[in-house]
């Protein structure tokens, strides 16, 4: 059960740093299914600027916790906000088809992502540079099962959870995040009180993007170790986190619970020993059948508060207005 519990955490980051990114991009009224490509690119963009610094080094034990960590951070938030901006550009200035987008950009980002590890990115130190920025912030001692469970992650898993926290407080607490929840819920309105529209809707999709990129670097760097063979995986991951943004209501900090809650299923189903082959897949179903059961519930209920951006998906036309 522990070792789901701590494996669950930790898978949980990739799903929980996607579905924060795609929240945020949500609440701007834009519905961006490349979050699984962006998530891809940013991998690749954090692999490269850490192979860069890595391999600048005589060795790889010689690499700075600190530099290493903000180099793969910067290198994956920075290709996960280009992949953002390549979908802002597309949708909000030329109000092409979001659903159409966000899929080409998906295929793009996956094969992005394999072109820049196979062409550019020496991995030969990787497997050194992942157990530099997984390192655990209580070293090697041993605080039993509530070490393992709370303490025993790296710095990323932290970052995870603080972006999360910032991000509800931000939509529920700040002038920025009520003027974007007006934007996503009626532009035309939030346009007509003086909101620029435009700029708030780029600066979430980028924000989101470059959020969810860093959970591409996160799952090569930390949960895997450094290893890499395709985009497949990562893009998988992707669909689960949008997923999670139904199951979550659009709640950055429900989905910090929601994330570790798929994680362990996601855990338990690839782990689990003595079951039948059918029931593993069942067990790997079960994340989605969830969603739907609350998408379900909620539109029953017809809360308010538990629905998606009323402009979600739809272009702004502002001559229309």
Excluded at 150 to 160: D, E, K, P, Q, T
Excluded at 239 to 264: N, Q, R
Excluded at 289 to 306: F, G, H, M, P, Q
Aim: with cysteine; net charge neutral.
């Amino acid at each position: 059960m522990l070792v789901v519990i701590v494996g669950g955490i930790s898978i949980g980051v990739v799903f929980l740093l996607g579905c924060v990114g795609e929240i945020l991009t949500e609440k701007s009224g834009h519905l961006n299914l490349g979050i699984p490509g962006i998530m891809c690119m940013g991998a690749a963009g954090g692999c490269y600027t850490t192979s860069l610094y890595i391999n600048s080094l005589p060795t790889a034990d010689s690499a700075s916790w600190l530099v290493l960590v903000l180099v793969a951070v910067l290198g994956a938030t920075i290709t996960g906000a280009l992949g953002g901006l390549i979908y802002a550009v597309l949708t909000v200035s030329l109000r092409a088809n979001q659903n159409v987008t966000g899929l080409a950009l998906t295929t793009f980002g996956a094969g992005f992502a394999q072109f820049v590890m196979d062409t550019y990115v020496d991995r030969t130190r990787f497997s050194a540079a992942s157990k530099i920025i997984r390192y655990s912030i209580i070293g090697n001692a041993d605080w039993g099962w509530f070490g393992k469970i709370f303490l025993g992650h790296g710095i990323l898993v932290y970052l995870a959870i603080a972006i999360a926290v910032t991000s509800a407080i931000v939509l529920k607490r700040t002038r920025v995040g009520l003027n974007l929840r007006a934007v996503g819920e009626n532009p035309a309105t939030a346009d007509a009180t003086g909101i620029n529209v435009t700029a708030y809707k780029y600066g979430a999709i980028l924000t989101g993007s470059a959020i969810a990129g860093l959970g591409g670097v996160f799952y090569i760097l930390d949960y895997i170790g450094g290893s890499w063979e395709n985009a497949s995986t990562i893009e998988g991951l992707g669909w689960l986190a949008i997923a999670l943004v139904i199951f979550t209501l659009w709640k950055p900090d429900l989905s910090i619970l929601g994330s570790f809650l798929f994680g362990m299923l996601y855990i338990a189903s690839s782990g689990i020993t003595g079951v039948s082959f059918n029931v593993m897949k069942l067990l790997k179903l079960l994340p989605y059948v969830v969603t739907v059961i609350v998408l379900i519930v909620t539109s029953i209920l017809d809360s308010k508060e538990n629905q998606p951006p009323a402009s979600l998906g739809l272009n702004y036309f502002r001559e229309e207005r």
